[in-house]
Structures are given as C-alpha cells and as structure tokens.
C-alpha cells in the first residue's frame, strides 16, 4: 500500500467520495417515495378524520356537505365486491388447475398463458367499455350491481388466474404422485392434496384482487354508475354507486365541505384496504413456513 | 366375530361388482371436471376476444362517418360541441404529457431506489422497506386524484401564478409517484436476478459500489429494468382517475403542462358522466378512443415482454 502513488491514492479517494455521494442519492430517493406516502396520509387524516363517525358511515348522501355520508357507496361497493370475488375466484382457480395440471404444453396453452399476461395489462378502463357493451347492453342487465360486478370480475381474473397458477405449481410433485401411486385419479389429487396446499396462496392473490376493485374508479363509471345514490342496493339488479365514485363525486365540487367528506371517505376506503393487505401478508407468512414437502 | 367376516366378505364382493361401472362413472366425472375447467381457461380468451370486437366494431361504425385521416391528425377534438371536430391529436399530446411528465418522476426516483434496495440495503431493511413501498402501488388512483387537485395543485400555484386549476404537471408529479413502486419493484427483482460472481469479480478488480452498480448490475440487469420501464409507461398511459380530476377536460392541442388538458381516458370518464346518449356519433367516440388506447398499451405490453425475452443475459 505504501507504494500507491499520490496519483491512484488521489483518484482512490474521488471514487470513494462519489461512491458515498451515490449512496446518499439511492437513500434520498428512498427518502422522498416514503416521504410522498407520509405527505398523502397525514395530509388526508388532517382534511378528514373530524368527518369520519359512525353517522358518516351509516348516512345517505346529501346536498349539505355536513349531513352527507357513505351507507349507498358503501354497500354497492360490498355488493360489487362480493359478486366480483366469488365469479373471479371460481372461474380463476378452475383456469390456474386447467393450465397447471391438465393442458398439454402446446400452442393451445401458450396462446391462454399470452392472452392472461396481456389482459393484465389492459387499462381498466376499457374493461368498463367491454362491460357496458357486453353486461349492460348485449345482456340487458341495465346497470346494475350485478353488470357492475361482473365487470370487476373480468378486471381481476389476471390477477387471480397469475396467482392460483403460482400457488399450484410450489405443490410438490411428489404429493401427486404419491397419491397417484395409491390409485388416485387426477381429480383426487388435486381437490384433496393440491387445492389445500395451494389454497394460502389463492387466497392472498383473491385478496390482493380484491382490493385492486375495491378501489377501482374508472370501469364502473364507464358502465354507467350513478354518483348521487340516495337509496341501498336491493337486489342484483338494482342501480348503485360505489365508494371510489363517491369520493370522486365530493373532489369534483367546489365546496370545502364536500372535499372533506371525500378526505373522509377516503380514510374510510383505505382502513378497508389496509385491513384487506394485512390478511394477506398473514396468509403470506403462513404460507412461506409451510415445510417443503 | 363371525358374523362380522361374513359381513366384511359380503361388501368386498358387492365392491367388486360395482367396481366397473363406477370405474366408468369416475372416468366419466374427471372428462366432466376437465372440461368445466377448460372452460373457465377459455374466458380468459373471451375476454380478450370480447374486449377486441366491442371496440372494433363501435369502431367501424364510427370511422363510416369520421374519416380515419382526420381523425389521426386533427388537432382539434370538439365532438361534444355544435361544430364538431373529431382530430385526436390533442388528447394524444395531453396522454403524452402526462405519461411523459410522470416517468421524468417515477424513472429515476424508481431507479435509485431499486439500486439502493438491491445493492446497498441491509437485507432486514429490504424486506421492510420493499412492502411499504408497495403500499404507494395500493392506493386507489381516486385518492391520487384527491391529492393531486387539492394538495399538489395548490402549492405548485403558489410557487408559480402561471399554473391554473387544472394543470397536466400536478397530475403527472403524482401519477409519477403512483407508478415508482412499479418501476423500483420490477428493476431490483432484474438486479438481484443478476448472478452474485458477477460482482465479486468486479469487486475483486478493486471497483467501488458505484462502480459495480451503474457498470455491472444495470448493464446486466438492463432487459428487466427496460421492461420494467415500458411497463410503467403503459400503465401511465391507461392511467385515468388521477388526470380526470386534476388535468382537465379542455382538449386543447398543446405541449405546455400548466393549462388544462384532457388525455383519452379522461376524455371516456367525460362522456360517460355526461348525457350523451349511446348510439350517437358522440357516443361511439368513446369506442375509437378506446380502441386507440387499447392498441397503444397493446403494443408497449407486447414490447415489454419482447424486450426481456429477446435481450434477457441468461448466467448459467
């Protein structure tokens, strides 16, 4: 070492010295992602924690900002949720079995696997015109809770699908085969060692779907929900709103009153969604210390 | 005890029998369940086949009456107006804005994070820090819209007079924010993906971390973070709630990110709020928007997966 040059010690140490600054940068643009989210959060329990009660949730809109609260939005959000959810997760786990234990690797499969990679992709607002033509319009469901769910199911069959494949294929072979061995056909094995070994891991991307329509705005505004709901949905085919479009109905209006309801709502929205991921990541964990098999 | 064997012997016997046709009766079952579930795989591709015709054929209908040239390059879009204009040029150039605007945040706030997450964080760090990140990526894009307009709006009005209430720059600072999980999750998985030798031989060359990080990580991790990056910018360009409340409803065919504008899915959320009742000409706009935002996205989606499929470095 005693024999490095002036030369090499002195641009040994400019390296150093950008090697530190390079760091500090990496760390600044953490600093900033982290500080935007604190920003968001404080700024909305500032504008809306005084708003949210039990009233707030339990009321129907109103054209007074003080009065005004989420029961309309927030049941049509549970009921397009809850539609969305059950449709996207049968149809989603039948398709993940069908692609990971019964397709053939042929150009048939390869083109499903493309096409759920694309549809992934697809903005979720032309899943809202796709809806409106086919739901609303083709099949007469007006538009309804059910046109509305159906809708999300779509949007978040990717989701599902991409997820319930993941799942099954971390199943270990052997489980197949040993039930095989014992004279099992395909469709023991999966129902009574796959699915129950894969199901955490359904279930975190059903929740992880979930959420994604939970807070979808933009595909059931297309379909044609309404933004002024004074009544509860009361069947599947009854008209709604739900909370995201709510939210949007209070930012778009001028009064202060209104932005603080949809500060309100918001907080509202994402304590659904926080809960929601919390179950995930619990699934999660429980499906990552599961032994190898 | 006796009676018991007998009894055992009678039910193996009547086992026996049935045994073939409930052999046929549980092969006729699986060819049931296989099928069923085939056909929940083919929704997939009705989806898409569903998505491709209503756009299409809308489309078709509308482009009988508006003539495609005009419609690719005018520069005025006034369909809702008494003289009608059908040039979607400037909800082109307010999409290109916005996206734009956002990547000029996401790209390197979402590069740096991905390099400190992947090479310098300790690895307790990492796992911590990589879900909150995320946590930016699962928030509605409503909420964005809520801040954007009346937090961000505000103060970039306050630092210059020059911005008005609806302004493209708001909502691509925040857009850009939405879309930096994205970028930083998608790159750091494309930088750990790159072989541990890789580094330590570098390192044993006497090179700094900078050094092993911009000239052997990126370069070997780049397939992965283009993708990553040609992802972020589709997703942007489908984005639609965030520029919907905060950018505008003016398509005005312009450059400039401190008036109001309106990009093509801001355009959609427009008439699908407004009266326009379906089956008119004004209506069927939204379905040649679509078509176009549809295709653009397309095209970027199917260039991502070129793109690491094609120029992936494979260390094996």
Redesign the interface.
């Known amino acids: 070492m005693a024999a490095a040059s002036p030369d090499f010690r002195r641009r040994m140490t400019r390296?150093?010295w950008?090697?530190r600054a390079?760091?500090g940068?990496?760390?600044?643009?953490?600093a900033?992602?982290?500080a935007?989210?604190v920003?968001?959060l404080v700024?909305?329990a500032r504008?809306g924690l005084t708003r949210v009660s039990w009233e707030f949730i339990t009321s129907f809109p109103s054209r007074d900002p003080d009065q005004a609260g989420i029961k309309a939005a927030l049941l049509g959000s549970i009921y397009v949720v809850a539609i969305a959810a059950v449709v996207a997760f049968?149809?989603?786990v039948?398709?993940a079995?069908?692609?990971e234990e019964?397709?053939v690797r042929n150009w048939r499969s390869r083109?499903?696997q493309v096409?759920?990679?694309?549809?992934a992709?697809?903005?979720?607002?032309?899943?809202?015109?796709?809806g409106l033509?086919?739901f609303v319009?083709t099949l007469g469901l007006g538009r309804s809770v059910l046109a509305g769910g159906l809708t999300m199911a779509?949007l978040v069959?990717?989701i599902i699908?991409i997820a319930a494949q993941e799942a099954i294929r971390a199943v270990p072979p052997s489980l197949r085969e040993g039930a095989y061995a014992l004279g099992a056909?395909?469709?023991q094995a999966i129902w009574h060692l796959v699915l129950p070994q894969a199901m955490p891991g359904i279930l975190t991307g059903v929740i992880l779907a979930v959420?994604r329509a939970?807070?979808?705005?933009?595909p059931l505004?297309?379909m044609?929900a309404l933004?002024f709901v004074p009544f509860a949905p009361d069947g599947p085919l009854s008209r709604f709103t739900v909370l995201?479009i709510q939210?949007?109905n209070w930012?778009?209006r001028p009064q202060a009153g209104f932005?603080e309801a949809?500060?309100a709502g918001?907080i509202v929205?994402?304590a659904l969604?926080l809960t929601m991921?919390a179950a995930a990541?619990v699934l999660r964990n429980k499906f990552q210390r599961r032994p190898e098999g | 005890m006796a009676r018991d064997t007998r009894s055992l012997r009678t039910s193996i016997t009547a086992k026996a029998l049935s045994l073939l046709p409930r052999h046929w009766k549980?092969l006729l079952?699986?060819r049931l369940?296989?099928l069923?579930?085939?056909?929940?795989?083919?929704?997939?591709?009705l989806?898409?086949v569903?998505?491709v015709s209503?756009?299409l054929f809308?489309a078709v209908l509308f482009f009988q009456e508006v003539s495609i040239l005009e419609f690719l390059t005018g520069t005025r879009w006034t369909p809702l107006f008494a003289s009608q204009h059908f040039g979607i040029l400037p909800l082109i150039t307010a999409t290109i804005i916005t996206s734009a605007g956002a990547m000029l945040v996401a790209l390197?706030?979402?590069l740096?994070?991905a390099?400190?997450?992947s090479e310098?964080a300790p690895d307790p760090v990492r796992r911590g820090?990589k879900?909150?990140?995320e946590?930016?990526a699962?928030?509605?894009?409503?909420?964005y819209?809520?801040?954007a307009?009346?937090?961000v709006t505000p103060l970039l009005r306050q630092i210059s007079p020059n911005v008005s209430v609806f302004n493209g720059l708001s909502a691509s600072i925040v857009m850009g924010?939405m879309i930096?999980?994205m970028v930083?999750s998608l790159s750091e998985d494309a930088m750990r993906a790159v072989p541990r030798s890789l580094r330590e031989g570098a390192y044993a060359l006497g090179s700094?971390?900078?050094?092993v990080?911009?000239r052997v990580v990126i370069p070997a991790a780049l397939s992965g973070i283009a993708a990553a990056f040609i992802?972020a910018i589709?997703?942007a360009?489908?984005?639609?709630?965030i520029v919907?409340?905060a950018a505008g409803q003016n398509p005005t065919f312009t450059l400039n990110p401190f008036v109001p504008i309106e990009t093509m899915?801001a355009y959609?959320?427009q008439v699908?709020?407004g009266d326009t009742p379906?089956g008119t000409l004004e209506f069927k706009t939204?379905?040649a928007v679509?078509l176009t935002?549809?295709l653009l996205?397309?095209m970027m989606?199917?260039l991502s997966?070129y793109v690491v499929r094609r120029f992936r470095e494979e260390y094996e």
């Open positions: 390296r150093q950008e090697g390079f760091h940068l990496c760390l600044l643009a953490v900033v992602a982290l935007m989210l920003l968001l700024y909305l504008q049968t149809l989603g039948s398709a079995i069908y692609l019964y397709a083109i499903i096409n759920i990679t694309n549809l992709g697809v903005p979720s607002i032309v899943y809202g015109i796709l033509e086919i319009r779509l069959l990717p699908i056909t395909r469709w959420s939970l807070g979808e705005t933009a505004i297309v044609g933004t995201p939210i949007f930012t778009s932005h949809a500060a918001i929205l994402l969604l991921n990541i | 549980r079952w699986e369940i296989r069923t579930l085939a056909a929940a795989a083919v929704v997939s591709v989806t898409t569903g998505i209503v756009l809308e390197p706030l979402g740096l994070s390099i400190y997450l310098y820090l879900p909150v990140l946590v930016l699962g928030i509605p894009t409503v909420v819209g809520y801040f307009l009346l937090f924010i930096l999980p930083s700094t971390k900078l050094e990080s911009t992802l589709s997703r360009v489908g984005e639609t709630m919907a409340i899915t959609i959320v699908s709020m379906t939204i379905f679509g935002l549809f996205t397309l989606n199917l997966q």
